[in-house]
Every structure is written in C-alpha cells, then in structure tokens.
C-alpha cells in the first residue's frame, strides 16, 4: 500500500493505491482508516475501486452499509473513483446517486475528482 498525501484547499487528503485488495471486510476497513490517520494525519481518503472487493458493490451482501457505517462512525471521509458503469443494480445506483447527494462517502470517475469532492466538504 502507497499513501501519498495531496493538500487541497487547506485540507489534506490521502490518496492510496495497491496492488492488491485493500477493503475486503470491515476489519480490513476500519485498519486502512487508522493506518491513514497515522501515517498521513488525516481522515479524508481517496481509494480505486479496484482496491475494493467486489462483495461490497452488491449491496445484498450488506458489506458496503456495513464498512461505510464505520467510516461515518469514525468521521472518515471516502471517496471511491473508477467506472461504476458496468453495475446494472437500481439498488447500487441508487445508493450511489444518494451517498454523492451527501457530504461524507462519494462514488466518482477519476482520482482528481474525488480529492475535489473531499476538499470542498
């Protein structure tokens, strides 16, 4: 796992990437948030979905509510870039549509987007 730190606007933003999978369960979730916090110093992270399990884009799985309760718990702003096109779930859509329409969780295109999100809230 790379972090690499952006400051946007004053606010400083962690953008990691990997190879391999980073958020496969909450455990895996809520480690990734202290690793963050520690070693960058901040609470607004920006991550591919690629770093994501697949299980938490199907929302019957209950897997996405679950880790981005923790994150709200544990006031962590996320914002998830890559191609959310290939998903055909009203559900997913749906719940995409209403977590960008928020202030904490975003689903976007690019990382440039996300860490723009993450700066104006």
Do not use: C, W
Not at 11 to 31: K, P, R
Not at 78 to 102: Q, T, V
């Amino acid at each position: 796992m790379n972090i690499t730190t952006i400051n946007r606007n004053g606010i400083d933003i962690a953008a990691v990437s990997s190879d391999d999978l980073l958020i496969t369960d909450v455990q895996s979730a809520l480690d990734l948030m202290a690793t963050v916090r520690y070693e960058a110093g901040t609470s607004r992270i920006v991550v591919k979905k690629s770093a994501i399990s697949e299980d938490f884009f199907d929302l019957k799985t209950r897997l996405a509510g679950e880790i981005l309760q923790k994150f709200i718990n544990y006031e962590t702003k996320l914002a998830i870039y890559g191609d959310f096109s290939g998903y055909s779930s009203k559900s997913l859509k749906d719940f995409i549509y209403e977590s960008n329409n928020g202030k904490d969780i975003f689903f976007v295109n690019d990382e440039e987007q996300a860490v723009e999100k993450l700066s104006k809230v």
